[in-house]
Every structure is written in C-alpha cells, then in structure tokens.
C-alpha cells in the first residue's frame, strides 16, 4: 500500500502495541507508525519524521490521554540519550512488556502457539544496578564532559549523573573530567581524530573498583589523574591506563598499562570468587545475575552422576556453579583472556572437575562429540546472534537430554528454540530475568529436554505413546491430550508434564522412560494448573 502519511505531517493515533526496541506503535489507515516514547493504549500526537515503504516514525509531540503506566522519568536527560528505553513507564509495566516481547518472538519466529512464559523476574530496587559504566568523552561550550550517546548516533549528552550506574562509575567519570578541565587535556573528537582523552571504564565489583581511562596515546599528569580516581572512589584497586590511537569506535585499543594498584578485581558470585580481567565479559546486573545464573543451573537438574558442557562459558561463572552439582564440567568460550581466568578461577576456588576449552562453540562441541564424549546435559549462553547450527547440531548429538539456553536476545532465542525443537527438544518453561531494568533488553533462561533417546534404559528409539505400554487399553497420545489441554484451558502443555501426571497416575512407570540415575535427583516439575488441565483431559479421555 502507498504510504496515507507524508513526512512533517502531524497525526492524532491511538498506540496500540510496542517495538522491541520499546518505541510505542499504532495504524494510521492501517500503515504502522513508530512512535518513540508512546506508551500502549495511549492516544498521542505525532509528527512524521520517515515515511518508509512499510512504516513511518512519528516524533511525539503530544499525549493527549496518557496510560496510567506513564511515569515521570527518574533521570533529567531520558528523552535525549540512548542509554535507557522504558524510563516513562511503571517499573511493573515495564516488566509485562518484556515478558510480551518473549512470547511474541516464541511465537512469531519460533513457530509455538501458546507457549508459557513465566513473568519476569523483577528487581526490589531497580536503580544503580549496572556494575560496569563506559563513558566517552566530548567538549561542550570549551569544557571537556562526560556523557552518553543520543539514541543512534555519537552525539555525546552531558549526563552528570547516570541512575542505572554505580556511584563509583559517576565519581570516577567527574574525576576524570575534572582532571582534563584542570590541566587542559582535550577529549577527543571522533569527526576530526584529534583530541587525547576518549573513555572512562569502571568496574565496580563485590572486591572493589577497577577503572579504566583511554586516551589516544600518551599520559600526562599521570600522578594528578591518580589522586584524583582515588579521592572520588575509595573502593578503587586498580587504575589502568589504555592507549587507542585508531580511529574506531571500538573502546579499547591493544596496549594496556597498570598505572597504580592491581591488576584484576574479583568479583562473588554464587559463592565464588571470580577474578575478572578488562577483556572478559562479566554480566553487569549482580542481583539479577545470581537470581539468573540459578534459574539456569538448578533448571538441569543435575546430579553428582552426570557430565555437562558450558557453551559460551566466559570466565567460567556458570560453569563452575554446575560443576559444583555435576561430575564432571566442560566450559567452551573463544576469548583467550576469558579462558585464562576460567581456568585461574577454577584453581583458586578448589574446583577440580571443570576443564576448559578455548575455541568457538561451534567447532569444539562437534569435535568432543566425534571423539565420543558425551553430556547429560548442556547449559548454553550465546551473544546477541544466538548459536551457530553446527553448535545447535551437536548439542543435539551429544547425548544430552536436558538445556538451559540463556540468551540476551528474544528473536536469536526463537529461531534457535525451534532448531532445537526440530532435534526433539520440548520446551519445559521459558524465565525472563530483568537484567536491564529501563532499557528494553531481555535476558531469558529457557529450559528443555528430551524424553526418548533416553540412554540408560530404553536402548531403541521409541515413540512417547510406544512407551506407554501399560494401558494401552485406555489411552489418548500425548498430542490428543496436549490439543485438548489446549482447546480447554488455552494453554500449552509439554510432553513431560503429560508423562509426569501419567507416572503420578500409575499410568506410565518411571522405568520407562527418562529415568535420572539417583533416585534424589529432580525433573523439572509440573505446574500444578497444569497438572489439573491434563488430569482433566485424562478423565475426558477415560485414563483416570
Ligand atoms: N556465560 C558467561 C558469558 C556469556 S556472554 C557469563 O555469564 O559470564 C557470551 C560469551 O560467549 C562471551 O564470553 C563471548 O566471548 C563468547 N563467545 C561469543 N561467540 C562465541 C563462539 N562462537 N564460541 C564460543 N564463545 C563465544
């Protein structure tokens, strides 16, 4: 359809959905308009900025009726910087439009109607949450500042304090601007390449703060810059100095000098103590973080019998959370750096049944798996584009029947969800966890598991309605019962949670099918409406 909306038009239009970049959407004649900062349900005025073939955007101009999830923003820049999305809505509404944006990709890309997602696990305080704060450099009116970029683009905003950052990141970021004031060192400028000054990173972790400062090449005053960073943070025990002369918008460059203190903070986590070196990748939120890292771990259900492999590993945090329950762990990660602390943190935390292994995912699993290894279950935490096929495929072949996929990213977390589908994993239940409160991103853990191929009693491929030999006088298949759960109570159930009510029914004997090799050890339980719904279905279907 050609577009009804022309550019600098001003429209009245009811927002009736939201991006998952978190910009509000409505149809004007039925073409969608973007319109960031509108908020669902809302009626707002809007005047076009892009007329695209399919879309337009809308600058808000105006809320005429506002929702009742609008909130003033906590912070004085939100409706000029980047860095956050959702600040105008309630905290809670914030949390219900994620868990939309899951089960919208579950569905749409993934292809699974009616999938559960659980609500988002929230956090009690929302603010100062990140542990890790990047900020560049810029002038303004003959004085250098520190900001964040504009939504898109490098245009810095003067920010003076940062909600969502720790207070050491803040002071740290004045202090070294106060330096540069006082001693005139330029920031640098990304269009014309000149300047010296370009970031400050701190770390601020459970054994203290670490920071970063990055110029393009020398450091004067070093002394004064030191006294400063240490006045403003008194937990710093590390300050380093990085030298990128390039011209990227990559933040740090190869060389990187110790210029007081030590070299590596620690960080707790899950009972351990982690070393955390500038190149490694650390999750920012640690509230939110324990909370995920255990939804992931417990989720497997491992007992001390079964081996595990960590995909994605980093410095090994989730790997040795499960080699603590597990016999055997294996963390797989491409980042050297990384390894290199996998490895000295397992040491130093008296783990001795992790290994390591650096290489991509993608092609160390297929080689463990073609010298014969096998795993009971995998725990997989890919960047933002999800895993590779070749990674999903052996996990697939690597004899595991159980997966936590962790993932920052909804769309790469569906399209993978469905490969693995496809190779006969169920989704047994989808967790989002704010990691991020007021931006629009997403950390989800999603658990599955296969039940045929199970290895250590049912040697032959068998279908879940072959297994289920003991009443075959009276009995619906699993996708009768999953349909009519479906039709009846508008949700949908896994071929576990029918297996599990039919065991609690005498109906299908553990032996069967799945067994966990220590009889302590735990499935993954089923709802209790779930429970009710099939036990429903069964009574319809004459079972029970
Ligand atoms: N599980 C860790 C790290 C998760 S972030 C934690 O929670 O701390 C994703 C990690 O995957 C990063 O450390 C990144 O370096 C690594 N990575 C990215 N692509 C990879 C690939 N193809 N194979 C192996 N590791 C990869």
């Given at each position: 359809?050609?577009a009804?909306v022309k550019k600098n038009d001003e429209i009245?239009l ?14 004007y004649?039925?073409?969608?308009v973007?319109v ?10 809007a005047h076009i900025i892009k007329v695209?073939?399919?879309?337009a955007v809308g600058k ?485």
């Amino acid at each position: 359809m050609s577009a009804p909306v022309k550019k600098n038009d001003e429209i009245t239009l009811l927002i009736t959905g939201m991006s998952s970049e978190g910009h509000g959407i409505g149809r004007y004649e039925g073409f969608a308009v973007f319109v960031p900062y509108a908020l669902v349900g809302e009626t707002v005025k809007a005047h076009i900025i892009k007329v695209a073939s399919s879309y337009a955007v809308g600058k808000l101009v105006e809320v005429t009726e506002p929702s009742s999830d609008r909130r003033e923003p906590a912070c004085s820049v939100f409706f000029k910087c980047g860095g956050c999305a959702l600040m105008h809505m309630s905290y809670e509404a914030q949390l219900e439009y994620k868990r939309n944006i899951v089960r919208d990709a579950l569905e749409r890309i993934g292809g699974f109607q009616g999938v559960d997602v659980s609500p988002v696990v929230g956090m009690d305080d929302p603010y100062r949450y990140r542990n890790k704060g990047s900020f560049p450099f810029g002038e303004q009116d003959g004085r250098v500042v520190w900001g964040l970029y504009a939504p898109k683009s490098h245009r810095l905003i003067d920010v003076n304090d940062c909600v969502i950052e720790s207070s050491a990141a803040v002071n740290a970021a004045n202090a070294v601007s106060k330096w540069a004031n006082g001693f005139g060192v330029p920031a640098y400028n990304e269009l014309t390449g000149k300047g010296v000054l370009r970031h400050v990173v701190t770390r601020s972790l459970t054994g203290g703060s670490a920071v970063s400062v990055v110029t393009t090449g020398k450091l004067p005053n070093k002394e004064a810059l030191v006294n400063e960073i240490r006045s403003a943070v008194p937990d710093v025990k590390s300050i380093t100095h990085n030298i990128n002369p390039n011209v990227t918008n990559v933040i740090f460059g190869k060389v990187t000098r110790l210029i007081w203190g030590e070299g590596a903070v620690r960080q707790t986590i899950g009972g351990f103590d982690f070393s955390v070196s500038a190149e490694s990748f650390l999750q920012v939120n640690p509230v939110q973080t324990e909370k995920l890292y255990s939804l992931a771990v417990d989720g497997l259900g491992l007992t001390e019998d079964m081996s595990v492999c960590d995909l994605y590993c980093g410095i090994g945090t989730i790997t040795l959370m499960l080699a603590k329950k597990a016999s055997h762990a294996v963390g797989v990660e491409y980042v050297p750096k990384a390894i290199a602390d996998a490895k000295a943190n397992a040491e130093r935390n008296g783990v001795g049944n992790a290994e390591f292994y650096c290489g991509t995912a993608e092609s160390i699993l297929p080689r463990l798996v073609a010298e014969g290894r096998q795993f009971d279950a995998i725990s997989l935490d890919p960047p933002r584009k999800g895993a590779e096929p070749e990674a999903l495929k052996a996990v697939a072949a690597c004899g595991a029947r159980r997966i936590a996929y962790v993932s920052c990213n909804p769309a790469t977390l569906a399209r993978d969800l469905k490969i693995l589908a496809g190779y006969g994993f169920t989704i047994d239940s989808v967790r989002p966890v704010d990691m991020f409160p007021h931006t629009a991103h997403i950390e989800t853990v999603c658990l599955l598991s296969k039940l045929h191929e199970a290895k250590h009693h049912v040697n032959v491929k068998l279908d879940m309605d072959e297994l289920d030999f003991t009443s075959a006088e009276a009995k619906a298949t699993y996708k009768e019962i999953e349909e009519w759960v479906q039709e009846h109570y508008g949700f949908h159930v896994t071929n576990l949670n029918i297996a599990q009510v039919k065991q609690k029914h005498g109906i299908i004997e553990r032996e069967n099918y799945n067994k966990p090799k220590s009889e302590n050890s735990r499935q993954p339980g089923c709802p209790e409406e779930k429970v009710k719904a099939i036990e429903d279905a069964m009574r319809h279907f004459q079972m029970i």
